[in-house]
C-alpha cells in the first residue's frame, strides 16, 4: 500500500513510519520541520514539507495514497492559542475526498469516546484531568477527531492514555470501556505497531479501539 503519514516526525509518528516500511508499504511522510527528518528515511520515504495550514501541499501529499494515519496531537503548552490542528485535519479530510481515499487513522486519548462507548468513571476522570490542566488540547483533540470520524471515510482512531518509552512488546490489550479490561500504559512502540497495522486491516472501522500494555 501507499500510506501517508501526517506527524511523521514526532516520537509515535517516526516510529510508525518505521513500522509500515517493516510492513513492505511506501510511505509519504508529512513534516513541518524538514531538519527532523532521519537521515536513514533518505532512499525509502517520499517527504512532503509545509504547515498543516497549507492545504496544497497536504494535497500533494495524500495524492496517490491508498490510506492515511495521522499521528498528529495537540501541544501541551498551556501558553499554546487555538486549534490548527483541527484546521490541518480539516485539510486532511478535503484532500482524502478529492482524490477517493476512503482509509484514515488517528490517534487520541480516552477523553474521546467510541461511538458505541457510554462514558465509565474511568472515562470521566481522563477528561477530567484533562480539560482541567490541558483544556485547549482537549478541544483540539476532540475537534480533530469529530473532523476524522467523517461517514464518507473508513475510519479508525486509536485511542491511549499513558505513553512511555519502552521496546515494542507486541503485547498489546485493544478494547472498550465498560466492555474490556484495560490498563493505561503503553511504549510508543506498541502504539506505532498497533496503529501501522490498522492501515491493512479493516477490523476496526467506524470504532475507537483504547489499547494498553
Given at each position: ?43 525509502d520515504v ?20 491508498d490510506a ?5 496531537g495537540p ?139
Amino acid at each position: 500500500m501507499n500510506v501517508t503519514v501526517f506527524g511523521a516526525t514526532g516520537a509515535i509518528g517516526s516510529l510508525t513510519v518505521a513500522e509500515l516500511l517493516d510492513r513492505g508499504h511506501s510511505v509519504t511522510a508529512y513534516a513541518r520541520n524538514p531538519r527532523k527528518i532521519p537521515s536513514a528515511w533518505a532512499d525509502d520515504v517520499r517527504l512532503v514539507i509545509g504547515e498543516m495550514s497549507d492545504a496544497e501541499a497536504i494535497d500533494s501529499a495524500v495524492a496517490g495514497s491508498d490510506a492515511v494515519i495521522s499521528t498528529l496531537g495537540p501541544s501541551m503548552d498551556r501558553k499554546a492559542v487555538g486549534t490548527p490542528l483541527v484546521g490541518g485535519t480539516e485539510n486532511i479530510v478535503a484532500a482524502m475526498k478529492k482524490h477517493g481515499v476512503r482509509r484514515v487513522v488517528g490517534q487520541a486519548t480516552p477523553s474521546i469516546l467510541d461511538p458505541q462507548e457510554k462514558p465509565t468513571m474511568t472515562t470521566r476522570l481522563i477528561r477530567l484531568l484533562a480539560t482541567t490542566v490541558w483544556p485547549r488540547a482537549v478541544e483540539e483533540l476532540t475537534g480533530m477527531s469529530r473532523t476524522l470520524m467523517d461517514p464518507g471515510l473508513d475510519w479508525t482512531i486509536v485511542r491511549f492514555s499513558r505513553p512511555t518509552d519502552g521496546p515494542r512488546t507486541g503485547n498489546v490489550h485493544a478494547g472498550f470501556f465498560g466492555s474490556d479490561r484495560l490498563g493505561f500504559a503503553v511504549s510508543r512502540a506498541d502504539i506505532a505497531a498497533f496503529t501501522a497495522a490498522q492501515a491493512e486491516s479493516l477490523a476496526y472501522v467506524g470504532r475507537a479501539p483504547a489499547i494498553s500494555n
